[in-house]
Nanobody
Framework: QVQLVESGGGSVQAGGSLRLSCAAS????????MGWFRQAPGKEREGVAS????????EYSDSVKGRFTISQGNSKNTVYLQMNNLEPEDTAMYYC??????????????????WGQGTRVTVSS
């Protein structure tokens, strides 16, 4: 069982930055990929960034490409989402996700087996 704990959410003005953190409870060598998803009120959950742990390959949604960066911390069991130039449309609950099984590490929720409780991001105009 993998437990994921997100932190770093908050309220910022448009153009600002936030860094989200996701700490995993297991040995990072057991994880295959990690991702960040978000869900705005009244909308479906969407994938924004993914990281293939072993190879380092990353993928981003078109809506955040060039503004968000997913990375792994030095402790390896922590993944970050650096969010720059935030827009009001980025307002959502952000969730960390992980898979310990071989998947394609895409921006689809079905590629992940474990989820955090979420951290809220609010961007005001």
């Amino acid at each position: 069982q993998v437990q994921l704990v997100e932190s770093g959410g908050g309220s910022v003005q448009a153009g600002g930055s936030l860094r989200l953190s996701c700490a995993a409870s297991v040995d990072p060598s057991t994880m295959y990929c990690m991702g960040w998803f978000r869900q705005a009120p009244g909308k479906e959950r969407e994938g924004v960034a993914s990281l293939y742990i072993l190879g380092g390959h990353t993928e981003y949604s078109d809506s955040v490409k060039g503004r968000f960066t997913i990375s792994q911390g030095n402790s390896k069991n922590t993944v970050y989402l650096q969010m720059n130039n935030l827009e009001p449309e980025d307002t959502a609950m952000y969730y960390c996700a992980a898979s310990i099984q071989r998947t394609l590490c895409r921006l689809y929720s079905t590629d992940y087996s474990f989820w955090g409780q979420g951290t809220r991001v609010t961007v005001s105009s």
